[in-house]
């Protein structure tokens, strides 16, 4: 079965500096998408960043790159030069490759609470 | 609107009342899905669809839970008869094809008294 896994309850960081938070998952596919999602406590989940399993290059969005590790299956978030409004829940999650039968179930991480101090 | 659209924001129901949610997802969005999230934990699916079809309703936890999409738009969540364990945020996201990110609304906090 397809987990996900975020080994890190709550983070903090300084502003301005950087944070890096970490997620592996477990599947046998070798299609899949990875997703970081930020909740807010408006409690909106929103897409952070989205990275297909055959693509080798790590995506990038502005201030948040993710260090994807097929073969370890890791794929950790990066935020660079934190702001105060990043503060947050940051769930980490994973889908696979949409065939008949499957209905895009995505499989989440428990989440990691982002602290960012002034 | 500009995005997914969740109604009420809150709701408060006494044990044993039957509650309604409503998703307005964005508009074109063919496919549309339903999660409930405990405190502290991530969402849990409970179903989807893809325009007016209902192709997955697996993670509805008792038949006391009901969704529907009549036009393939607007979407309701019905919880009869709530129960504490109900209390929770029902989460609702759309997406433009099934390969598509999610697009989330800001949810429904249920608190069943």
């Known amino acids: 079965a397809q987990t996900v896994t975020q080994s890190q309850p709550e983070m903090s960081v300084q502003e301005a500096e950087t944070v890096t938070l970490s997620c592996t998952y477990d599947t046998s596919e070798s299609d899949y998408y990875l997703f970081w999602y930020k909740q807010p406590p408006s409690r909106q989940m929103i897409l952070v960043i989205r990275q297909e399993a055959y693509k080798q290059q790590n995506a990038t969005e502005n201030r948040f790159s993710v260090n994807f590790q097929k073969a370890a299956k890791s794929f950790s978030l990066k935020i660079s030069d934190s702001q105060l409004g990043d503060a947050a829940m940051y769930f980490c999650?994973?889908?696979?490759?949409?065939?008949?039968?499957?209905?895009?179930?995505?499989?989440w991480g428990l989440g990691t609470s982002l602290a960012v101090n002034p | 609107g500009a995005g997914v659209s969740q109604s009420p924001r809150y709701k408060v129901a006494k044990r044993g009342q039957d509650v309604a949610l409503r998703c307005d997802p964005i508009?074109?969005?063919?496919?549309l899905f339903w999660y409930q999230q405990a405190l502290g934990q991530g969402p849990e699916f409970l179903t989807y669809?893809?325009?007016?079809?209902?192709?997955?309703k697996s993670g509805l936890p008792s038949d006391r839970f009901f969704a529907e999409r009549p036009e393939g738009s607007v979407s309701t969540l019905k919880i009869q008869r709530t129960q504490q364990e109900d209390s929770a945020v029902y989460l609702c996201?759309?997406?433009?094809?099934?390969?598509?990110?999610?697009?989330f609304g800001n949810g429904t906090r249920l608190t069943v008294t």
């Open positions: 669809f893809q325009n007016e079809a209902q192709l997955d």
């Open positions: 996201a759309s997406a433009v094809t099934t390969n598509s990110p999610l697009h």
């Open positions: 999650a994973y889908i696979p490759p949409f065939n008949a039968g499957n209905n895009r179930k995505l499989i």
């Open positions: 508009s074109g969005h063919v496919s």
